[in-house]
Protein backbone atom coordinates (compact mmCIF):
# COMPACT_ATOMS: atom_id res chain seq x y z
CA UNK A 1 0.00 0.00 0.00
CA UNK A 2 1.80 3.18 -1.15
CA UNK A 3 1.29 5.21 2.05
CA UNK A 4 1.21 9.06 0.51
CA UNK A 5 -1.17 9.29 -2.55
CA UNK A 6 -0.80 13.07 -4.41
CA UNK A 7 -3.12 14.60 -7.50
CA UNK A 8 -4.21 17.82 -8.85
CA UNK A 9 -0.97 18.74 -10.96
CA UNK A 10 -1.08 19.98 -14.37
CA UNK A 11 0.13 22.67 -17.30
CA UNK A 12 -1.69 25.84 -16.53
CA UNK A 13 -1.50 29.20 -17.45
CA UNK A 14 -0.72 31.91 -15.35
CA UNK A 15 -2.97 33.25 -13.24
CA UNK A 16 -5.02 30.15 -12.94
CA UNK A 17 -5.50 27.49 -10.19
CA UNK A 18 -4.48 24.45 -9.53
CA UNK A 19 -5.51 22.20 -6.10
CA UNK A 20 -3.78 19.28 -5.41
CA UNK A 21 -4.49 16.54 -2.96
CA UNK A 22 -2.51 13.87 -0.92
CA UNK A 23 -4.27 11.42 0.75
CA UNK A 24 -2.36 9.27 3.59
CA UNK A 25 -3.19 5.61 3.14
CA UNK A 26 -4.37 3.88 6.66
CA UNK A 27 -1.24 2.43 7.59
CA UNK A 28 0.35 5.91 8.20
CA UNK A 29 -0.31 6.49 12.33
CA UNK A 30 -0.66 9.37 14.82
CA UNK A 31 -0.48 12.15 11.79
CA UNK A 32 0.99 15.39 13.12
CA UNK A 33 1.62 18.17 10.79
CA UNK A 34 1.11 18.05 6.83
CA UNK A 35 3.70 20.13 4.71
CA UNK A 36 3.98 21.35 0.93
CA UNK A 37 7.37 21.64 -0.74
CA UNK A 38 8.46 22.38 -4.22
CA UNK A 39 11.34 21.51 -6.15
CA UNK A 40 13.02 22.76 -8.69
CA UNK A 41 15.54 20.65 -11.01
CA UNK A 42 18.56 21.79 -9.76
CA UNK A 43 17.90 23.59 -6.84
CA UNK A 44 17.11 22.63 -2.95
CA UNK A 45 13.51 21.71 -1.98
CA UNK A 46 11.81 23.96 -0.22
CA UNK A 47 9.21 24.31 2.10
CA UNK A 48 5.69 25.90 0.46
CA UNK A 49 3.17 25.67 3.47
CA UNK A 50 2.45 23.96 6.63
CA UNK A 51 -0.48 22.85 8.97
CA UNK A 52 -0.13 21.48 12.38
CA UNK A 53 -2.77 19.18 13.63
CA UNK A 54 -4.71 21.76 15.83
CA UNK A 55 -5.18 23.97 12.11
CA UNK A 56 -2.39 26.45 12.48
CA UNK A 57 -0.66 27.39 9.08
CA UNK A 58 2.11 29.01 8.24
CA UNK A 59 3.37 29.50 4.46
CA UNK A 60 6.47 30.65 2.35
CA UNK A 61 6.51 34.60 1.88
CA UNK A 62 6.27 33.76 -2.10
CA UNK A 63 3.44 32.35 -1.67
CA UNK A 64 1.43 34.04 0.83
CA UNK A 65 -2.47 35.61 0.10
CA UNK A 66 -1.95 32.85 -3.07
CA UNK A 67 -1.88 29.44 -1.91
CA UNK A 68 -3.99 28.13 0.97
CA UNK A 69 -3.31 24.78 3.18
CA UNK A 70 -6.17 23.00 4.32
CA UNK A 71 -6.66 19.39 5.39
CA UNK A 72 -9.16 16.73 6.32
CA UNK A 73 -8.35 14.84 9.01
CA UNK A 74 -11.61 12.30 8.79
CA UNK A 75 -10.02 11.58 5.21
CA UNK A 76 -6.16 11.60 5.78
CA UNK A 77 -5.51 14.28 3.09
CA UNK A 78 -3.82 17.78 3.08
CA UNK A 79 -4.75 20.00 0.02
CA UNK A 80 -2.71 23.19 -1.11
CA UNK A 81 -5.29 25.47 -3.55
CA UNK A 82 -2.84 27.52 -5.76
CA UNK A 83 -4.43 30.48 -7.38
CA UNK A 84 -2.64 33.42 -8.79
CA UNK A 85 0.32 31.03 -10.43
CA UNK A 86 2.90 32.15 -11.96
CA UNK A 87 5.95 31.12 -14.34
CA UNK A 88 8.31 31.08 -10.78
CA UNK A 89 5.80 28.36 -9.02
CA UNK A 90 6.52 26.01 -11.61
CA UNK A 91 7.72 22.72 -10.13
CA UNK A 92 7.42 19.24 -8.56
CA UNK A 93 5.18 19.74 -5.36
CA UNK A 94 5.73 17.09 -2.98
CA UNK A 95 3.74 16.25 0.51
CA UNK A 96 5.12 15.56 3.45
CA UNK A 97 3.36 13.87 6.55
CA UNK A 98 5.39 13.70 9.60
CA UNK A 99 3.73 12.01 12.96
CA UNK A 100 4.32 11.28 16.18
CA UNK A 101 7.15 8.76 17.19
CA UNK A 102 6.73 7.12 13.45
CA UNK A 103 8.60 9.26 11.61
CA UNK A 104 7.85 11.25 8.17
CA UNK A 105 6.45 10.50 4.82
CA UNK A 106 6.60 11.71 1.07
CA UNK A 107 4.82 11.84 -1.39
CA UNK A 108 5.61 10.60 -4.93
CA UNK A 109 5.62 14.61 -6.36
CA UNK A 110 3.56 15.97 -8.68
CA UNK A 111 4.32 18.50 -11.26
CA UNK A 112 2.94 21.63 -11.53
CA UNK A 113 3.80 24.06 -14.66
CA UNK A 114 2.69 27.35 -15.36
CA UNK A 115 3.07 28.86 -18.32
CA UNK A 116 3.14 32.86 -19.29
Known amino acids: QVPLVESGGGLVQAGGSLRLSCAASGSIFSINAMDWYRQVPGKQRELVAV???????NYADSVKGRFTISRDNAKNTVYLQMNSLKPEDTAIYYCNVRTVGNGAYWGQGTQVTVSS
Open 51 to 57: ITSGGST
